[in-house]
């Protein structure tokens, strides 16, 4: 069974940093792609940033250059380093992995069906 558990989440003021962690277990392929994702309340959930295996990395428009997606194999975990936050970054977040292998980035959303329990960020003013 795969798991995969948020945590690091929280309140920030416009400006700040938070690094979300996610720790994940069960069987995962080599071309095993991970993600994180967002979502508000009525919007449809979407993408900001993936990695696969070998490190290959994609990022939404939003989460280029203020957001750093990264892995540490070994101790099966994901992170996302988040700077420079706005108001509109406010949202659920959540680690994500792929069911099929070979198969990865922002663009290719639908073949994530592992998903967390997600972890709330709340920027404000």
């Known amino acids: 069974e795969v798991q995969l558990v948020e945590s690091g989440g929280g309140s920030v003021e416009v400006e700040g940093s938070l690094r979300l962690s996610c720790v994940y277990s069960?069987?995962?392929?080599?071309?095993?792609?991970m993600g994180w994702f967002r979502q508000v309340p009525g919007k449809e959930r979407e993408p900001v940033a993936t990695?696969?295996?070998?490190?290959?990395?994609t990022y939404a428009d939003f989460a280029k250059d203020r957001f750093i997606i990264s892995q540490d194999k070994p101790e099966n975990r994901l992170f996302l380093q988040m700077n420079s936050l706005k108001s509109e970054d406010t949202a659920m977040y959540y680690c994500?992995?792929?069911?099929?292998?070979?198969?990865?980035?922002?663009?290719?959303?639908?073949?994530?069906?592992?998903w967390g329990q997600g972890t709330q960020v709340t920027v404000s003013s």
């Open positions: 990695i696969n295996y070998y490190g290959a990395i």
């Open positions: 069960g069987y995962f392929y080599n071309g095993r792609c």
């Open positions: 994500a992995a792929t069911r099929v292998v070979g198969v990865c980035g922002v663009d290719n959303a639908h073949v994530f069906g592992y």
